[in-house]
């Protein structure tokens, strides 16, 4: 029998990887893909709570956070290339102006 | 009429308001039609003012008009008040009159310069000031006035702050008059906590009627502490070498507020105050023997200078010193007479000295001047009134004052201050001749080019020598012995307390008019025969005093160099506060103070310096922090509540 | 079945994630986030939300990943080498704090105190109506004003992504 646990452990193990994927690339694109993942990880928990406790505004929130996650891919993406134009790379490493 | 008295203050202040605030962008004509009609209009309520005092019955002769309720903290209680009695508006009279005559003046001898309207606003500025001294009705408000008198004196000086010289004089006259006020205000203090009031009034009733024993430790502390003041503002030893210096500021500052006005100022604090003074005979001694030792040493010092405005000035120290002398020995009366005289008989001399620069384009060396009595007539002739009425010839102003002064000096004081105060009156007359002959008589050393512009002053200037001239004729007539109007007019404000003094006094005149006449007849005799030898001297063989100063090399250097004074009080006092400042400054200041404030920001300055590495500009490095924070945040919140 | 099929997608969403983590190429580490956002789909089904599973299959999976993929390409990325690393010595504590991050909220789903309330649709409820048609209902009455922001928001997001991808900034 599934429970709610195994889907929180699973939404738990990807939000982990998107962090550590945030930690540890410097592919400003990768590190981008790596904050999807980890939304995904907490739409994940969401449905799997709305689905246990019967409840409906678990699926909503998913699909809010869906139009926010779209959004925010189409101005973070459009970012990336202005900097990108600018730079002529995406390293997030070469990109350290913003200091003392 | 008397409610008009406010006024007498106002206009000056108006005249210092538009000549300061605007007076740049007016016409050269309009700011001295405004500084001359301020105080114009101001020696017209002055005079009005008068008229109604005189008006009142002697006795009643007291008018307060309180103005507003300015200061109270506590028991400390001061009302901004004007006083006018016979004594104050004598003083009114003569700051206005005389002002305005010098006022007049300055509009020709200032002409050319360019900080015309500076100078007329600092003038008028010092006339109100001065008359707040004068009219305040209590210790306080006079205190006020006596600052200001000092600032205006201060920029007055300075006025050619170009000058390094004129710069320093007038640091020297602020610096120098600051040790004076320093004793004045703790004076002040002290009668506060004495008489629990600083309204003349009151103080002067509580001390004439109060328990006050004559002697008083108390009272001869504040009288000596006031008469620190007085000798600062009135140039007397040890505080006089500002007077001398401040003669760098222009010839007609030199006249109303280095001789006729400011520097009265002293003999003014301690006539208002007779009352006090009359109960410490310790101070009074110590008054008398400043004054007289003062009158001595400045007229010997005024033998030998050469500059023309230096030896009025010693003559102006020494002239002090003999009202001091006067009201040293309890006769305010004669004191506050000479203080009148004197201020027209010297502002007349000034003036004639500041005419005489002005014909020979700024010389004031008189070894480069002589026979320049037929080129400026007119001021050959004032001065010479100016220089007889000072030596004290009869009828001359200066005659009946000075008679007086050492008249009473012999009557009421003891004989050393009369022959002190006769050999002043010698030297007074020989140095005043001296300065007579060798500028307007004997053969003309005036340089070249000095000569070729050689011309008499304008009508604006030569007016208020001739009116000046007129009142060192006349001025002394108000004081004839026996029939004395100033006596009697003076007598209810120094007649108010012990009144068997004063009518000792007036019967020890009328009792001894032999003596009275015989005095007279010693005193011209004195004048006369100082003006002789300065004939013989400077006129006759003007070989005479160079071969004198040969034979007598270590006198004549000696007066020469004013007795070394400046110089043993740069070594006494100001090398050694300097040296100290310095240190303090090094030392407390840059090394401490500084170096604490520095060292602060320093330490700060250095820790912002490591934690600012924190702040890489990684964003990845940001995220690792975000992350520990995010596990702490879920340890604290979560954690405590965990049940398993 | 059920399991089963839990336990394989499970692992194929986190070995996509795992790869997505270490896979130098962007374009592949593109393509095994798609695979992740497929297998969470089939959760999705599983957990009775057909029409959020739809939505990640065609929002996610399709537009968003494909502008990911576009992106890469336009700047041409591939398999360049990255060049230079600030902080290497960021990456063993890094995955230490994963590790830490994951045993805390392990304890913390171990722990009881996550619990919710019950609410009114059950699975029967919903099945009868139907998903999708209960979801459209629900943003358009209880959820009316959140629904017709994100219309802003996306309205928002449109224009300044075209602001910020104009040649001069």
């Known amino acids: 029998m599934i429970t709610v646990t195994h889907y929180l452990v699973l939404s738990a193990i990807l939000f982990t990887l998107g962090v550590v994927g945030v930690l540890v690339r410097r592919n400003a694109i990768i590190i981008f893909m790596c904050i999807e993942l980890m939304l995904n990880a907490v739409n994940l928990s969401f449905v799997a709570f709305a689905h246990y406790l019967n409840s409906m505004q678990g699926q909503l929130f998913v699909f809010f956070t869906m139009t926010v996650a779209a959004a925010e891919a189409a101005v973070g993406l459009a970012i990336i290339v202005a900097v990108f134009r600018n730079k002529e790379t995406v390293n997030i490493d070469d990109i350290n102006i913003m200091k003392w | ?644 | 079945m059920e399991a089963y099929l839990f336990y394989i997608m499970a692992a194929v969403a986190v070995a996509s994630g795992v790869y997505l983590i270490f896979e130098k190429n962007p374009v592949f580490s593109a393509l095994y986030l798609i695979q992740t956002m497929v297998s969470i789909a089939v959760l999705y089904i599983l957990l009775e939300a057909q029409f959020i599973a739809a939505v990640q299959i065609i929002v996610y999976a399709g537009a968003i990943m494909v502008l990911f993929l576009f992106v890469i390409m336009l700047l041409n990325l591939d398999i360049k080498e990255e060049a230079k690393n600030a902080l290497p010595f960021q990456r063993i504590p890094a995955v230490l704090m994963g590790i830490a991050f994951f045993t805390v909220i392990c304890i913390v789903l171990r722990s009881k105190l996550l619990q919710g309330k019950h609410g009114e649709y059950t699975t029967a409820y919903i099945n009868s109506i139907g998903n999708t048609k209960l979801i459209g209902n629900l943003l358009f009455t209880d959820y009316l004003l959140p629904f017709e922001i994100t219309s802003i928001l996306l309205f928002v997001a449109a224009i300044g992504a075209i602001m910020l991808a104009k040649r001069k900034l």
């Open chain 2, 1 to 644: 009429m008397l409610n008009l008295v406010g006024l007498i203050l106002l206009f000056p202040l108006i005249g210092t308001a538009i000549n300061g605030l605007i007076g740049k962008r007016l016409r050269k004509e309009t700011v001295g039609y405004v500084a001359c009609g301020s105080i114009g209009l101001s020696f017209f309520i002055s005079v009005l003012v008068f008229c109604g005092l005189l008006l009142l019955p002697p006795g009643e002769r007291l008018f307060e008009k309180q103005l507003f309720s300015w200061i109270e903290s506590g028991s400390f209680k001061s009302t901004a008040g004007l006083q006018v009695d016979p004594l104050s508006s004598l003083m009114i009279l003569i700051v206005t009159g005389v002002g305005f005559l010098i006022h007049i003046y300055s509009i020709g001898y200032m002409h050319e310069d360019k900080g015309y309207h500076r100078y007329f606003c600092y003038l008028n500025l010092f006339t109100f000031s001065m008359l707040l001294l004068v009219l305040g009705n209590n210790f306080l408000l006079m205190f006020i006035g006596w600052e200001a008198v000092g600032l205006c004196s201060y920029l007055l000086i300075g006025f050619w702050f170009e000058k390094k010289s004129a710069s320093n004089a007038a640091k020297k006259a602020f610096v120098v008059n600051r040790v004076g006020d320093f004793g004045f205000a703790l004076g002040i203090m002290l009668v506060f906590l004495t008489f629990h009031s600083i309204d003349f009034t009151e103080v002067f009733s509580a001390a004439s009627h109060g328990n006050f024993e004559a002697g008083s430790f108390t009272v001869t502390i504040i009288t000596l502490l006031m008469f620190m003041g007085a000798t600062g503002k009135s140039a007397q030893i040890p505080l006089y070498t500002w007077l001398p210096d401040a003669m760098e500021g222009p010839t007609p500052v030199s006249a109303l507020i280095h001789a006729a006005t400011m520097v009265t100022a002293g003999v003014y604090m301690i006539a208002r105050c007779n009352v006090l003074y009359m109960l410490s005979p310790f101070t009074m001694t110590v008054v008398a023997s400043v004054g007289a030792v003062t009158a001595l040493f400045a007229a010997s010092i005024g033998l030998v200078q050469n500059d023309i405005k230096r030896v009025l000035a010693y003559s102006t120290i020494s002239q002090l010193g003999y009202m001091f002398l006067a009201c040293g020995v309890g006769a305010f009366t004669a004191g506050v007479f000479h203080l009148m005289t004197h201020a027209f008989f010297k502002a007349l001399l000034f003036l004639g000295s500041g005419s005489v620069i002005h014909a020979l384009s700024g010389e004031q060396d008189m070894r480069k001047m002589g026979g320049l009595r037929n080129h400026i007539p007119v001021t050959y002739k004032t001065f010479l009134v100016g220089a007889v009425a000072i030596a004290g010839i009869p009828p001359f102003a200066g005659f009946f004052s000075k008679d007086e002064i050492l008249l009473e000096s012999l009557v009421r004081g003891n004989l050393l201050y009369w022959i002190v105060g006769a050999v002043a009156a010698f030297l007074t007359a020989f140095y005043m001749f001296r300065l007579l002959f060798m500028t307007f008589h004997g053969v003309s050393r005036v340089e070249h080019h000095a000569m070729e512009h050689l011309h008499e002053s304008p009508g604006n200037m030569t007016l208020p020598l001739t009116v000046l001239a007129a009142l060192s004729f006349f001025g002394g007539f108000l004081g004839i012995p026996g029939a004395s109007v100033i006596n009697s007019f003076l007598a209810p404000v120094f007649g108010g307390h012990g009144h068997t003094e004063v009518s000792g006094a007036e019967a020890g005149v009328h009792h001894s008019a032999w003596l009275s006449s015989l005095m007279m007849v010693v005193s011209t005799a004195i004048a006369l025969a100082g003006i002789f030898l300065a004939y013989q001297m400077y006129s006759k063989k003007p070989e005479l005093p160079g071969k004198l100063a040969e034979r007598f090399r270590v006198i004549y250097k000696l007066l020469l160099n004013k007795y070394y004074v400046d110089e043993i009080y740069d070594a006494l006092f100001v090398n050694p506060i300097k040296k100290i400042s310095v240190q303090l400054w090094k030392r407390v200041d840059a090394g401490m103070i500084d170096g604490s404030v520095n060292g602060i920001a320093r330490l700060v300055g250095g820790f912002s310096n490591i934690l600012r590495l924190l702040q890489t500009g990684y964003v990845r490095n940001y995220a690792f922090y975000i992350v520990v924070g995010c596990i702490f945040i879920i340890i604290f919140a979560v954690l405590g509540k965990v049940k398993f």
